[in-house]
């Protein structure tokens, strides 16, 4: 429902208001109201708008009785919207024959125009169903089959929802064609007797049936005394007694539009043993279960079931005995690892039981998983050891060079900070020879002259022979500059005053101490004459060279 509300003013006494929809007056579920001081009329109308409604002309009048030709008029046109009004035509009424051709069409009728559209059969949607095409709003089945029969529906979807046509039966007439087969293979002895049951799928469903026993000999009709029928069932009873008894037993049925094109056909053979399993194979493996899978031999005519028996190989102990009643497909678990066994496979039914299949197998040494975190676990552990020798032989090269690094500069600053004997080499640089010292051919009393000396002003190196005269040391004083040397002073003969001058003592620079570990001894006076050589001998002893310091 909605209220719809119009107003007339200005007229004096106040306008008079009427309702029309398409020239017809409207005179209920009207509220009408005036105000005299303002000359104004409202008017408001209550309307719950049908699908006819839709597009038609609605009205409000005002005008002063009072008044001749003061009639106005304001009109609006009607738009409804509706959930979609659908209907499916079929160009069939009534039941359409087997591959007859069958179009559906479905009107719609929808403000605002519909978004989607789909059909149903049997309240499912279609996809669309095999053997049948979309066109526009149109369903067509071009050969109709049992596939088809069912009710239809069509569905439409706008803004206000989505809305289903009311449904419509498709009936297909077919002929009868078989609609299960318990068990195609009977295993019958004689004396003995067997009911077999046949059941066909038919429209109409009135059906007519007819049993037809074939072998190599010939094709005999079973008597009507020996089945009977229940719409789409009947069943039938054979007692071989001969062998001409055994064969095919067909089934046919038949009704309005024909007979089934194929019969339905069960084997009768003489009852027996089954036929053991075939293609018997180990599937798979594991630590504790084998999984083997065989393929079904003839049942005997009779129902079968299937049979598995397991033994050690090891110990000969029977383990597990398993049996199933669809398939020869078995799983054995909780089964000890790493051991070999038989796997012995048979069929069983109310005759016997077939010949033995027997398989040996043997469960794997571990679960997958461990064996595979086994591996992992070496080759992290091999890793491991490889980058632990490394360091290890690093720090080694490292501790053998820092070694080495520390020796050789402890035998450098022993070589630097070497001093020689005290009681052999005196801090006032006095020399005592034991040997012949000099051996310039000028007397003791000669001063060399200043060419046999080099002026230095660093160090004062001064050289002294050992006790072995195979080891040298060195003595490092401070340079100095000396302005007179003393007088050479001899016991027995004449003093011997050297000329004053400005000298200083030889120094020699000091030699590589870390490679050779000696130095080089420069003579205070460069040579003696050979002449005074044994007079020297004789002053050896008295001979003594100062120097101020």
Same mark, same amino acid.
């Given at each position: 429902?909605?209220d719809?509300?119009?107003?007339?003013?200005?007229?004096?006494?106040?306008?008079?208001?009427?309702?029309?929809?398409?020239?017809?007056?409207?005179?209920?579920?009207?509220?009408?109201?005036?105000?005299?001081?303002?000359?104004?009329?409202?008017?408001?109308?209550?309307?719950?708008?049908?699908?006819?409604?839709?597009?038609?002309?609605?009205?409000?009048?005002?005008?002063?009785?009072?008044?001749?030709?003061?009639?106005?008029?304001?009109?609006?046109?009607?738009?409804?919207?509706?959930?979609?009004?659908?209907?499916?035509?079929?160009?069939?009424?009534?039941?359409?024959?087997?591959?007859s051709?069958?179009?559906?069409?479905?009107l719609?009728?929808?403000?605002p125009?519909?978004?989607?559209?789909?059909?149903?059969?049997?309240?499912?949607?279609?996809?669309?169903?095999?053997?049948?095409?979309?066109?526009?709003?149109?369903?067509?089945i071009?050969?109709?089959? &049992? @596939?088809?029969? #069912?009710?239809? +529906? /069509?569905?439409? *979807? !706008?803004?206000? =929802?989505?809305?289903?046509?009311?449904?419509?039966?498709?009936?297909v007439?077919?002929?009868?064609?078989?609609?299960?087969?318990?068990?195609?293979?009977?295993g019958?002895?004689?004396?003995?007797?067997?009911?077999?049951?046949?059941?066909?799928?038919?429209?109409?469903?009135?059906?007519?049936?007819?049993?037809?026993?074939?072998?190599?000999?010939?094709?005999?009709?079973?008597?009507?005394?020996?089945?009977?029928?229940?719409?789409?069932?009947?069943?039938?009873?054979?007692?071989?007694?001969? &062998? @001409?008894?055994? #064969?095919?037993? +067909? /089934?046919?049925? *038949? !009704?309005?539009? =024909?007979?089934?094109?194929?019969?339905?056909?069960?084997?009768?053979?003489?009852?027996?043993?089954?036929?053991?399993?075939?293609?018997?194979?180990?599937?798979n493996?594991?630590?504790?279960?084998?999984?083997?899978?065989?393929?079904?031999?003839?049942?005997?005519?009779?129902?079968?079931?299937?049979?598995?028996?397991v033994?050690?190989?090891?110990?000969?102990?029977?383990?597990?005995?398993?049996?199933?009643?669809?398939?020869p497909?078995?799983?054995?678990?909780?089964?000890?690892?790493?051991?070999?066994?038989?796997l012995?496979?048979?069929?069983?039914?109310?005759?016997?039981?077939?010949?033995?299949?027997?398989?040996?197998?043997?469960?794997?040494?571990?679960?997958?998983?461990?064996?595979?975190?086994?591996?992992?676990?070496?080759?992290?552990?091999?890793?491991?050891?490889?980058?632990?020798?490394?360091?290890?032989?690093?720090?080694?090269?490292?501790?053998?060079?820092?070694?080495?690094?520390?020796?050789?500069?402890?035998?450098?600053?022993?070589?630097?900070?070497?001093?020689?004997?005290?009681?052999?080499?005196?801090?006032?640089?006095?020399?005592?020879?034991?040997?012949?010292?000099?051996?310039?051919?000028?007397?003791?009393?000669?001063?060399?002259?200043?060419?046999?000396?080099?002026?230095?002003?660093?160090?004062t190196?001064?050289?002294?022979?050992?006790?072995?005269?195979?080891?040298?040391?060195?003595?490092?004083?401070?340079?100095?500059?000396?302005?007179?040397?003393?007088?050479?002073?001899?016991?027995?003969?004449?003093?011997?005053?050297?000329?004053?001058?400005?000298?200083?003592?030889?120094?020699?620079?000091?030699?590589?101490?870390?490679?050779?570990?000696?130095?080089?001894?420069?003579?205070?006076?460069?040579?003696?004459?050979?002449?005074?050589?044994?007079?020297?001998?004789?002053?050896?002893?008295?001979?003594?060279?100062?120097?101020?310091?």
């Open positions: 429902e909605t719809i509300v119009c107003v007339a003013r200005g007229a004096r006494p106040p306008a008079q208001i009427s309702w029309w929809l398409d020239g017809e007056k409207l005179t209920t579920k009207i509220t009408e109201s005036t105000a005299e001081e303002d000359n104004l009329t409202i008017s408001s109308l209550n309307i719950r708008p049908s699908i006819q409604d839709n597009l038609r002309n609605l009205s409000c009048r005002g005008d002063n009785p009072q008044l001749t030709e003061s009639v106005l008029e304001d009109t609006w046109v009607v738009s409804v919207h509706y959930l979609p009004r659908l209907t499916v035509k079929m160009n069939m009424l009534d039941a359409v024959k087997e591959g051709e069958v179009n559906m069409t479905c719609v009728h929808s403000l125009p519909v978004t989607e559209l789909e059909w149903l059969q049997d309240g499912r949607p279609l996809g669309p169903p095999v053997g049948a095409n979309f066109l526009n709003r149109t369903l067509l071009p050969s109709a089959g &049992p @596939q088809h029969k #069912g009710e239809y +529906q /069509c569905a439409g *979807t !706008n803004s206000e =929802g989505r809305a289903v046509s009311d449904p419509v039966l498709l009936q007439l077919y002929a009868p064609r078989c609609e299960s087969v318990r068990s195609s293979v009977y019958v002895g004689r004396t003995e007797s067997v009911s077999v049951t046949c059941e066909v799928d038919a429209y109409p469903n009135v059906v007519n049936f007819t049993w037809v026993l074939v072998n190599a000999d010939k094709h005999s009709s079973l008597p009507t005394a020996q089945f009977y029928s229940n719409g789409t069932k009947s069943v039938a009873t054979v007692s071989p007694r001969a &062998p @001409q008894d055994y #064969g095919v037993l +067909q /089934c046919w049925a *038949t !009704n309005v539009i =024909g007979q089934q094109k194929d019969p339905c056909s069960f084997r009768i053979i003489p009852a027996g043993v089954p036929e053991e399993p075939q293609n018997c194979q180990v599937t493996r594991t630590s504790d279960c084998i999984y083997l899978d065989c393929e079904s031999g003839e049942d005997g005519g009779l129902q079968q079931i299937f049979q598995l028996e033994m050690s190989t090891d110990s000969d102990k029977f383990i597990a005995n398993l049996t199933s009643r669809s398939s497909s078995f799983i054995v678990c909780s089964l000890p690892p790493k051991e070999s066994f038989i012995v496979v048979y069929a069983v039914n109310s005759k016997g039981r077939s010949k033995q299949v027997a398989l040996h197998s043997s469960t794997l040494a571990g679960p997958a998983k461990e064996t595979e975190t086994g591996e992992d676990g070496e080759i992290l552990t091999a890793i491991f050891g490889i980058v632990i020798g490394t360091i290890l032989v690093l720090a080694l090269l490292i501790v053998v060079i820092l070694l080495s690094i520390k020796l050789r500069s402890r035998r450098t600053v022993k070589a630097r900070n070497y001093s020689p004997d005290v009681g052999k080499c005196e801090a006032h640089l006095m020399k005592e020879c034991k040997e012949t010292c000099v051996t310039n051919s000028q007397g003791p009393d000669i001063i060399p002259e200043k060419s046999f000396f080099q002026e230095r002003s660093e160090t190196v001064k050289t002294c022979e050992s006790e072995d005269d195979t080891n040298l040391s060195t003595i490092q004083v401070d340079a100095r500059k000396y302005g007179e040397y003393q007088s050479v002073t001899f016991t027995e003969d004449p003093e011997l005053i050297s000329t004053p001058k400005k000298l200083r003592l030889l120094q020699e620079i000091e030699g590589d101490v870390e490679e050779s570990g000696i130095t080089v001894e420069t003579p205070l006076i460069s040579s003696i004459p050979s002449a005074v050589q044994q007079w020297t001998d004789h002053r050896k002893e008295g001979l003594r060279l100062s120097t101020p310091v």
